[in-house]
């Protein structure tokens, strides 16, 4: 394994409902790389996302970042982790940056202004507004927003383009450029090609290893 | 590149989220405290109003009809947060998960238990409590109500994954409150009758004191468990 | 040591060990069962008070105790499995709640068959009685939950924590109930004392809560093998069976 690997599994192993999803699984990834993790429904996914950011235990292995095991990391990995899963996270009673500024208060803020990074994702007009108003779309724009508002060197996201159209893809396929850019590492599954021709992606199909 | 909050700090901002949550879904809160009123409006309409019976029995209802109402609203503390994705955000915080749960047991306590003791001397009135055992009953709610918070909020994150969670709840936090009841309905029994408070109102408070320290970690574990 | 504990926890390792012992528990239950009726319904005496219908105690005492017994075996796996999470402590935990609640409910039937002769009802609200009932209600909710929940793995963690936060709270539920018990009932002798009992009273007792552990293994080994292979059926050692 790479000694500037960032995030790293070793021996990854598991099971769902009595079944052995996936099992010996190891992958290392460094600054800037990019892991597009591939497969049919149901063959595990979600499972080795949630895994990675540590909503889930693994049932055998460990994922290491740093070197170091997650679980003993506890917070101070956490804090280096953005996760958008299939639901938004966000409060539809609370305006958008009400939600924003909880993502903040979770996590370390980003430097930027909360309404400049409304403006990059096109939500600056729906500042004040309350999310339970909002399209899908706008309302998975807010849950990717998470992702400027914090400052995280590692995006997790699991299928992050549902319900957003092709302009919205293009806008967050090059925020994830610049994030790689910058040295962070991202995991993602999704349904959607994304066109990053100058970075390094990685494929891992778990459904092969069946 | 900006450091992370302090705890202090992300204890009342999640705090404040949490009660800012409850002003704008009055409705739900309100259910509760209704239901806790009627409760108590049931016995004297099947017992007869019988103003020696109501007050020997008061102190017991008026527990036992706070239990209920408890059981009612605790859902809330966590369901809304699961089913749109926030408890994930939550759990993946730099903070410890432990005093974010506090801070939402305590949104929760203030939101629904706060209440009672507003509500609860006018029931007592109603229901003929000896003056002298009035602010023991306020005393046993700002005591008791933290600890069926604390309590249940544990059952709540034990079954917020479920599909009929709710069902398996009362199961689950009902055997959990009885020392509460107990200690509660005896100390305002014995002020009605004038003999010493002290012991049972020790309990509740050690009970209170026991909750706070252990129950947010075992809430946390369930939260984990819950979500994964 | 550690390698026999840790070998122990292997699933195929326990089914055969488990197996192996099964006849034998059966054999030794039988034969202690038969000391302990023997010793409680023909060689203990009369009792002075309450006659021939006191000896039900042979049965209710000891089973009260597996009660609490099996909830405390039920804690330790609850650590291990969220300290360790040891599959085979799921399986014994899981395995054991049934066992648990059945000695529970003998004990509350028991008590209450020991009630009426004495004072004419089934149920009186005596301080062990009714925190026997509150300890079913703690069985019920482990099992209730468990079953809830499809995912056997995580069903098991929510099981642990559900059964630490239930073993913290048994002494205290134990000492309100005793606390409201001296308040509400008058002052006589709670009618499930037992004052001073000569050796041929507590000795059949002693060999019947012999017996009911032994039982309780019985039980568990049977009920933890089949759980291991509806558990690991898609594994090798399984299939190899």
Request: with cysteine; charged share 25%.
């Given at each position: 394994m790479s000694t500037t690997a960032l995030l790293e599994s070793r021996d990854l192993s598991c099971t769902r409902n009595d079944r052995l999803l996936f099992d010996h699984l190891e992958f290392a990834l460094s600054p800037g790389e990019m892991l597009v993790v591939e497969g049919p429904?149901?063959?595990g996914k979600t499972s080795l996302l949630r895994i990675l950011t540590g909503l889930r235990l693994a049932d055998g292995g460990e994922v290491l970042w740093r070197g170091e095991a997650i679980d003993r990391l506890a917070g101070d990995y956490y804090e280096q982790v953005a996760y958008v899963g299939h639901h938004d996270g966000v409060k539809l009673e609370l305006s958008c940056l009400e939600n924003l500024r909880l993502a903040r208060a979770m996590g370390i803020p980003s430097s930027e202004d909360l309404d400049d990074v409304l403006e990059r994702v096109n939500l600056y007009a729906y500042g004040e507004s309350e999310v339970g108003s909002l399209s899908a779309g706008q309302k998975r724009r807010l849950a990717l927003a998470r992702l400027l508002a914090t400052e995280s060197l590692l995006w997790i996201l699991d299928e992050p383009f549902t319900s957003l159209d092709k302009a919205s893809i293009e806008l967050f396929a090059g925020l994830f450029e610049r994030h790689l850019l910058a040295d962070g590492v991202i995991v993602v599954t999704s349904h959607h090609e994304m066109d990053l021709p100058t970075r390094a992606v990685r494929h891992l199909d778990l459904g092969a290893r069946q | 590149m900006s450091a992370r909050l302090s705890l202090l700090q992300a204890f009342f901002f999640l705090l404040r989220r949490d009660l800012l949550l409850a002003l704008r879904n009055r409705a739900e809160y309100a259910v509760p405290l209704l239901f806790f009123v009627l409760v108590i409006t049931l016995f004297p309409l099947a017992l007869g109003a019988e103003p020696r019976l109501l007050e020997r029995i008061a102190p017991g209802i008026i527990w036992v009809a706070a239990l209920l109402a408890s059981m009612l609203s605790l859902e809330s503390i966590f369901r809304s947060d699961f089913d749109d994705g926030s408890l994930e955000q939550i759990l993946l915080s730099a903070h410890p998960v432990g005093v974010l749960v506090l801070a939402k047991v305590g949104a929760h306590w203030l939101v629904t238990g706060l209440p009672l003791l507003i509500v609860a001397p006018l029931l007592a009135e109603m229901l003929g409590v000896d003056a002298r055992a009035q602010p023991i009953l306020l005393l046993t709610v700002l005591l008791g109500t933290p600890v069926l918070s604390l309590v249940g909020a544990i059952g709540v994150a034990l079954t917020?994954?479920?599909?009929?969670?709710g069902i398996i709840l009362s199961l689950l936090v009902l055997p959990l409150y009885v020392p509460v009841l107990i200690f509660a309905a005896s100390a305002v029994d014995n002020a009605a009758q004038g003999f010493d408070v002290s012991a049972p109102l020790y309990m509740l408070l050690a009970f209170l004191f026991l909750s706070l320290s252990l129950s947010p970690w075992a809430t946390a574990a369930a939260l984990r468990m819950s979500a994964s | 040591m550690f390698l026999w504990f840790h070998k122990l926890g292997s699933p195929p390792h326990f089914y055969r060990i488990a197996g192996k012992w099964i006849p034998w528990l059966g054999w030794i239950f039988v034969v202690l069962l038969a000391a302990g009726v023997y010793g409680g319904l023909i060689e203990a005496p009369t009792d002075y008070?309450?006659?021939?219908?006191?000896?039900i105690i042979f049965v209710h005492v000891p089973a009260a105790w597996m009660s609490l017994f099996i909830y405390m075996a039920m804690a330790v796996c609850g650590l291990v499995i969220v300290v360790w999470r040891m599959k085979l402590a799921e399986v014994v935990l899981i395995s054991s709640a049934p066992i648990g609640a059945s000695f529970t409910f003998l004990a509350l039937v028991t008590g209450s068959l020991w009630g009426k002769p004495m004072w004419g009802t089934y149920w009186v609200w005596d301080a062990r009685l009714t925190s026997e009932l509150i300890l079913l209600f703690l069985y019920l909710g482990v099992i209730g939950l468990h079953n809830a929940i499809d995912d056997k793995r995580v069903a098991a963690r929510a099981v642990a924590i559900l059964t630490i936060v239930g073993v913290i709270n048994i002494p205290i539920i134990h000492y309100s109930v005793e606390w409201w018990h001296s308040l509400h009932q008058?002052?006589?002798?709670?009618?499930f004392d037992k004052p001073s009992m000569p050796p041929s009273m507590y000795v059949p007792i002693l060999i019947m809560a012999l017996a009911f552990q032994v039982y309780y293994g019985l039980a568990l080994f049977q009920k933890c093998r089949a759980e291991l292979l509806l558990r690991e059926r898609n594994s090798k050692w399984v299939e190899e069976l």
């Open positions: 429904n149901g063959c | 917020v994954g479920l599909r009929k969670g | 008070q309450q006659g021939e219908s006191y000896r008058p002052a006589s002798l709670s009618k």
